[in-house]
């Protein structure tokens, strides 16, 4: 009996040391694999938070370079810059919401070709990447201005008796933009159908469910990472997006981008700038998070009902 307490104690101090070598060989593991991820931590420090934290600081400085938060403030005060921002998102919501409803047709069209049809048609999806953005959109202008091949032909059919406006307002820059940004959707959601197992879609099928239902109740909820992913992508290049709406909207579509470019290069204001900057990201940042939250109550929701 004696010697039970010695054998546990023995192993209680064997258990420890071995907890404590565990403990040396995470350490070092993380160590090492801090060791080799320092370079792309610099890249990102010097790429990303080096310029965000510039610009933050820019914004708080006015004119003659006083602290002050008169940047921020000319926001507020002046109704154009409400009008620009309000323009901004109005124009990213149409155009994600146009990309959704092209894109997910045709990533789900695609996802069902054989694989060799597929990667046919994904050529044409990835044509476009091959053309410079100023390229396309000089072609969007040529083919919806009011003597532009759409109206020409509408004209000479009869269809129509004056030409229609398609060019330099709200219409043109959501055209252009939708045909620029179509494929920034469609190819996340295509890789995310390909992995879809088909099984699944049978066993829905086994069990009674028709075409419409197995897609409303398993295909399509396990399509929504792509889509969310490819939305995600598509709502953050609109609110950036310069080129397109510069030249489709003809002075008339005024997006955030372009009142920065306005305040820096016309104004050289680079304060105002930076707060612009500063504005879209920081609304950006909760816009995304708060679509990170409604998508993962909504799959919370899902999986606790099953």
């Not at 934290?53 to 602290?67: N, P, Q």
């Not at 507020?76 to 109005?90: H, L, M, P, R």
């Amino acid at each position: 009996m004696s010697a039970q307490p010695a054998l546990m104690e023995e192993t209680a101090r064997a258990d420890q040391v071995l907890n404590t070598a565990l403990r040396t060989d995470a350490r070092r593991e993380s160590l090492r694999l801090l060791g080799l991820l320092s370079p792309s931590l610099f890249l990102v420090f010097a790429i990303i938070i080096v310029p965000i934290g510039w610009l933050f600081w820019l914004s708080l400085f006015d004119e003659a370079g006083a602290l002050s938060p008169a940047n921020y403030a000319r926001f507020f005060e002046q109704a154009s810059y409400i009008k620009t921002f309000v323009t901004t998102f109005k124009v990213a919501f149409i155009v994600t919401g146009a990309c959704v409803l092209l894109g997910y047709p045709l990533a789900y069209m695609l996802s069902q070709l054989p694989r060799r049809a597929a990667s046919i048609c994904l050529i044409f999806v990835i044509l476009p990447f091959w053309t410079s953005v100023l390229v396309r959109t000089y072609a969007w202008l040529v083919i919806l201005q009011r003597k532009g091949l759409i109206n020409s032909w509408l004209i000479d059919l009869g269809v129509i008796s004056q030409p229609l406006s398609l060019a330099n307002n709200l219409s043109g820059v959501v055209i252009g933009m939708t045909h620029i940004l179509l494929p920034f959707l469609v190819l996340p959601l295509y890789a995310s159908m390909k992995t879809i197992d088909t099984d699944c879609l049978r066993a829905g099928m086994n069990l009674g469910a028709g075409p419409a239902a197995t897609f409303r109740q398993i295909f399509f909820p396990l399509s929504l990472p792509g889509l969310a992913s490819g939305v995600v992508i598509v709502f953050v290049l609109c609110l950036g997006f310069f080129v397109t709406p510069a030249l489709m909207g003809g002075g008339k579509v005024i997006m955030w981008a372009m009142r920065m470019e306005q305040t820096t290069s016309l104004y050289s204001s680079w304060g105002a700038g930076a707060a612009l900057g500063v504005v879209l990201l920081v609304v950006t940042l909760a816009l995304l998070g708060l679509f990170q939250w409604l998508l993962g109550a909504r799959a919370t929701g899902v999986w606790s009902s099953r």
